[in-house]
């Protein structure tokens, strides 16, 4: 009899104290509402990754878009959760929004 493998993933996230574990067996990744960046959308790392997430505010000017803003209020627009062996980007693009003047 063959023996079912169920895989095993755990995760942490290097700014708060979250674990998770997925049993996912193809490529994935694991994404919350970070309590340790002011609840923006961060990504997980394998347990034991050295890492750290790095937010990077919108210094431009805004107008009329509907940006990404944090649980304090600012503009994000992106967040790299730097590691060892690389980083990896997550953009907060405005939102697109269908309500503009018609003549």
Known sequence: MIPILEPEQRWECPSCDLQEVTHEPRPHTRMHACRGQRLLTLPM???GTKAKHVVNDREDYIGADLAQTDAEG???MSATT???DGEDCTVYAPT???FGQVN
């Open 74 to 76: 600012h503009v994000v």
């Open 82 to 84: 730097v590691r060892d």
């Open 45 to 47: 790392v394998p347990a």
């Open 96 to 98: 697109a929004s269908g």
